[in-house]
């Protein structure tokens, strides 16, 4: 069973903009206390996974410098889903974004490839 799923990837322009959606399915959601804190991060070829944004329940949220000023990350717990707008996309973005759902479960989206390039 698919827990995380992601969406939005694709190959864009440098300048441009994409949005990246995750969304977690019920059985994630319904054994915690309170929506979990949700996380994008991104692997590029060669480079290790690292952090690009995390929101908790409350709308606090945390950026890599890398990152701030460009993309913003957004969630809706009815729809169980979080958003990455990333604006002024660079060719060093390029990479896999996977979508993190933390609390008891834990689990990774499989994972959507962004490409920035000319």
């Known amino acids: 069973q698919v827990q995380v799923v992601e969406s939005g990837g694709g190959l864009v322009q440098p300048g441009g903009s994409l949005r990246l959606s995750c969304t977690a399915s019920e059985s994630i959601f319904s054994v915690e206390r309170v929506p979990p804190d949700m996380s994008w991060y991104r692997q590029a070829p060669g480079k290790q996974r690292e952090l690009v944004a995390t929101?908790?329940?409350?709308?606090?949220?945390e950026y890599a410098n890398a990152v701030r000023g460009r993309f913003t990350i957004s969630r809706n717990d009815e729809e169980r889903t979080i958003w990455l707008d990333m604006e002024s996309l660079k060719p060093e973005d390029t990479a896999v974004y996977y979508c993190?759902?933390?609390?008891?479960?834990?689990?990774w989206g499989q994972g959507t490839q962004v490409t920035v390039s000319s």
């Open positions: 993190y759902v933390g609390g008891m479960a834990g689990a």
């Open positions: 929101i908790n329940v409350q709308g606090w949220v």
